[in-house]
C-alpha cells in the first residue's frame, strides 16, 4: 500500500523567513513519481514539481527548492525567503508506475506567511 | 490553453437531490480522474479513465454515486440521491497518459480543475 505523510498540520512564519515543508512516503514500487501541488486560498489545486523514483537530484526553481532523498524516503520541500502570497496549504503525493495511475496525497500543509 | 473546465463551481441542493458535476478534460489529454476533498479525510480518489474507459472506481463510496466518459471530452460526476455527508469539494484532474518512461519528463502529470464545491442541506 502506498501512504504519504505530511507530519506539519499548519507551518507559520514571518516573511523573508525560510521554511520547509516535510513529506515522508512509503511504497514498495521501484518505479514510482512524486508530485507537490499548492492549494492558495481560491481553492484550485496547483501542479509545483513532479519527480521520478530514478532521479533523486535536488531541484531549485527560484525561491522554491525540493530536496528528494530515497534512503529517508523523504521528498521536501523548501521556500527561501518566504512572501505572503505563499500562503497556502501544500500538499505532497505519490503514484507509482507510469500511465493512468491515481495520486495519493498526503493530509497537507498550511502555511501562513505572516506580513 | 484552456485548463481542465469544471461546472458548476458551486451547488447548493437540498438531501435525496440528483447532482451532476461535469468535467471537460486538457484537450488530447487521455486520463481523467475525480477526486473529492473533505475536512476528514483530505484528498481521495473517486474513479478514474483511461482512454475513456473505467480502470479504478474503488473509491466510489457507495452506488449513489454513478461516473461517466462518453467521449474524450466530457465526463459526469452523478451523486443519486444527495445526502449531507456528500458535501466536500469535488476536483477533475487530467493527464495524457504515455509508455514506459525514465527521462523524467512532465509526462502523466495530473492538472486540476478549479473544482466544484457542493453542498447538501
Not at chain 2, 461535469?22 to 480522474?33: A, D, Q, V
Request: glycine share 6%; proline share 5%.
Amino acid at each position: 500500500a502506498q501512504k504519504v505523510t505530511q507530519a506539519q498540520t499548519e507551518i507559520s512564519v514571518v516573511e523573508k523567513e525560510d521554511v520547509t515543508l516535510d513529506c515522508v512516503y512509503e511504497t514498495r514500487d521501484t518505479t514510482y513519481y512524486l508530485f507537490w501541488y499548492k492549494q492558495p486560498p481560491s481553492g484550485e489545486l496547483v501542479f509545483l514539481i513532479r519527480r521520478n523514483s530514478f532521479d533523486e537530484q535536488n531541484e531549485i526553481s527560484g525561491r522554491y527548492s525540493w530536496n528528494f532523498q530515497k534512503s529517508t524516503s523523504s521528498f521536501n520541500f523548501t521556500i527561501t525567503a518566504s512572501q505572503v502570497v505563499d500562503s497556502a496549504v501544500y500538499f505532497c503525493a505519490l503514484r507509482k508506475g507510469q500511465g493512468a495511475q491515481k495520486l495519493v496525497f498526503g493530509q497537507g500543509t498550511r502555511l501562513t506567511i505572516n506580513p | 490553453d484552456a485548463g481542465v473546465i469544471q461546472s458548476p463551481r458551486h451547488e447548493v441542493t437540498e438531501m435525496g437531490q440528483e447532482v451532476t458535476l461535469r468535467c471537460k478534460p486538457i484537450s488530447g489529454h487521455n486520463s481523467l480522474f475525480w477526486y473529492r476533498q473533505t475536512m476528514m479525510r483530505g484528498l481521495e480518489l473517486l474513479i478514474y479513465f483511461n482512454n475513456n474507459v473505467p480502470i479504478d472506481d474503488s473509491g466510489m463510496p457507495e452506488d449513489r454515486f454513478s461516473a461517466k466518459m462518453p467521449n474524450a471530452s466530457f465526463s459526469t460526476l452523478k451523486i443519486q440521491p444527495s445526502e449531507p455527508r456528500d458535501s466536500a469539494v469535488y476536483f477533475c484532474a487530467s493527464s495524457l497518459a504515455r509508455g514506459i518512461s525514465t527521462s523524467g519528463s512532465e509526462t502523466d502529470t495530473q492538472y486540476f480543475g478549479p473544482g466544484t464545491r457542493l453542498t447538501v442541506l
